[in-house]
């Protein structure tokens, strides 16, 4: 199913911010996202997993147009993107459509659900007959029956609304799909369906997907390309089979372990102690090493080079790599 | 980082801690809009008990509930009421308790931790002031008197230091939103196990957590559940969490539980329908993604 040629690519991509506090002459930046390289091939289900604020949703939204980058580039379809806004970053977003964490959130709860279909279509100038047929294919599609549509986002249950964002998503016939945690706000009978009906939509229409989740029971299951994200910096990237069954990086292990799915970790429970530190003041060196249990007297003075344990597997770490087959 | 021996290695690690005494036996309460009964009941004849030490799991989807049976056990039922049964807690029967009493009851005897971390602190205090409150507060229940706050200081930095929360000088003179979800989290577990009550309600307290924090959370609630051998009713709508560290399992859907039984019997017999569809949603062959 994978294409050999590239289809997305980031090369180097920061992402800054300015401080609210500090004196009004001298405002202050920080880097929500530093010298990010990733590579996305059609078809692919890229899954970036991390803890919250390690900018996994900065990184989506700066691809689709939603936060400037400050430097690095996008390359898609071989057009590069070297200013924000411009040609070709205008025709990734118009191919690109996302779905969000909380489904009710993101709905209008004004309108309709088959109305909430509907709008990107109209907004396409998509005439309203063509547009309320399409609505009435893609209910078929995600299992939305006719009467639900008729209903408001706070008249359906949960995992309804989640169906229409989906169908929302998928109305204007997009390339790729970004998905921002969409399991995140369902019960687990509700998760099952949802998971099963996005495998069914990829199928279908051909997607490729840019997938953020905790869930990694569903990385595991669904991703062809994992990368793993710490403080915003990317500390490992590898073909999902390689990743889950041989994870290299130490937070990479920890996040595993912190899994609870019974199919992602077999080993030993890792508890990381404390928490990501803020992006303000990012510990020299290696990012992760205050909390890294195997960190070393360099973690804390050298930023660590890119190893490369694996075909397409990247490490970034000064340890040498322990095979760990989970 | 430490390598914890497994948070759930061994089942049998935390058995010995539970013991056979009940701490809470609830029997058919059904609450509802009226006393009449004219309304739908959202608790419709719920039995369960919890023993000393023991953590029981209540699971079910969104609305199934659990936190209405968590609120109804603390009596902060309202707008509902009790139409039927008891709520049997130190040979008393909550149900029939006057305010005053049940206010002798909450925080010291029973705790509620709820989820939403952020919304039940308050934003225009500093955490430091809200945690001395929580001490004092119990000193005051207890008819101690009043530490020195050299004294009360050193007793919060212990909490913190226990659930791992470091440079707490300045964590204190932080206010709720300078705190990440999940030390707000720790904190009020530790608040909550501060006085050793009889039984802790947990309240989705894990829900919307990254994983590795989610893990630093049950491992805090087991060594607290070692210390003090405290009942836990542990509130969530995630088996795999459940699986984890609980020792029995009720499983509620539309106001009523429809199976209870240890790990062993649940994920490995369930009986209900419901429960079946339960299980097989989290522990579902990796080919497989459910219907």
């Known amino acids: 199913m994978t294409e050999p040629a590239s289809y997305l690519t980031i090369k180097n991509l920061s992402v800054r911010f300015d401080l609210r506090s500090g004196p009004f002459f001298r405002k202050r930046s920080f880097f929500a996202i530093k010298d990010i390289s990733l590579n996305i091939r059609k078809h692919d289900v890229f899954c970036l997993i991390g803890e919250s604020g390690s900018g996994k949703s900065t990184l989506m939204w700066t691809l689709l147009g939603m936060h400037r980058f400050f430097k690095g580039e996008i390359n898609y379809k071989g057009g590069r993107v070297e200013r924000f806004g411009d040609s070709y970053h205008r025709r990734l977003i118009s191919d690109a459509q996302m779905v969000f964490q909380d489904p009710v959130a993101s709905l209008n709860p004004h309108l309709t659900l088959g109305r909430s279909i509907e709008e990107p279509m109209r907004a396409k100038k998509i005439s309203r007959k063509t547009a309320q047929a399409a609505v009435a294919g893609l209910a078929e599609k995600t299992g939305l029956p006719a009467d639900i549509l008729k209903r408001k986002p706070t008249e359906a249950s949960i995992g309804q609304n989640q169906r229409a964002c989906i169908a929302r998503a998928l109305s204007v016939k997009p390339e790729i799909l970004f998905l921002d945690e969409p399991l995140t706000a369902l019960d687990p009978i509700v998760q099952t369906r949802v998971k099963k009906l996005l495998m069914d939509m990829k199928d279908a229409f051909g997607l490729t997907y840019f997938l953020v989740t905790h869930d990694l029971g569903f990385a595991k299951k669904i991703g062809t390309a994992v990368a793993v994200m710490y403080l915003g910096r990317i500390v490992e990237q590898a073909p999902a089979a390689d990743f889950f069954s041989n994870p290299r990086h130490p937070y990479s292990q920890a996040l595993l372990s912190g899994s609870l799915s019974p199919f992602v970790w077999q080993k030993e429970r890792i508890i990381l102690e404390g928490e990501i530190p803020s992006p303000h003041e990012p510990p020299k060196g290696c990012v992760f090493h205050p909390r890294c249990r195997n960190r070393m007297p360099v973690c804390d003075q050298i930023k660590p080079a890119c190893r490369k344990p694996g075909k397409d597997h990247l490490v970034y770490c000064h340890m040498q790599l322990p095979d760990v087959r989970n | ?291």
């Open chain 2, 1 to 291: 980082m430490a390598v914890n021996a497994s948070v759930s290695a061994d089942k049998t690690d935390h058995r010995p801690h539970v013991s056979e005494e009940p701490v809470l036996c609830v029997q058919n309460l059904s609450v509802g809009i009226s006393k009449r009964g004219h309304g739908t009941n959202i608790l419709k004849n719920v039995s369960f008990s919890v023993n000393k030490g023991e953590i029981l799991g209540l699971v079910g989807e969104s609305g199934s509930g659990k936190s209405a049976l968590a609120k109804t056990i603390v009596r902060l039922e309202s707008p509902f009421d009790i139409i039927s049964g008891t709520i049997r807690f130190r040979d008393s029967n909550l149900a029939n308790l006057k305010e005053r009493e049940l206010r002798k009851i909450r925080g010291r005897h029973i705790s509620l931790v709820m989820q939403n971390p952020h919304k039940t602190m308050d934003p225009v205090f500093t955490m430091g002031y809200q945690l001395k409150e929580v001490v004092r507060a119990h000193e005051l229940m207890e008819k101690q008197p009043a530490s020195k706050k050299s004294l009360l200081l050193s007793r919060i930095h212990g909490f913190l230091k226990d659930v791992g929360i470091s440079s707490p000088d300045l964590r204190l003179s932080q206010y709720p939103h300078e705190w990440s979800r999940g030390m707000i989290q720790r904190a009020q577990l530790i608040m909550g196990f501060s006085v050793k009550p009889d039984l802790l309600i947990l309240d989705e307290v894990t829900s919307a957590l990254d994983p590795t924090i989610c893990l630093q959370i049950l491992d805090i609630i087991l060594r607290l559940r070692k210390s003090s051998r405290t009942g836990i009713i542990l509130i969530t709508h995630d088996l795999s969490v459940v699986r984890e560290i609980c020792d029995r399992v009720a499983v509620m859907k539309n106001g009523e539980i429809v199976e209870t039984g240890t790990l062993k019997e649940v994920f490995e017999k369930p009986c209900h329908p419901y429960t079946k569809r339960l299980v097989a949603a989290v522990f579902e062959d990796e080919g497989d993604v459910g219907k």
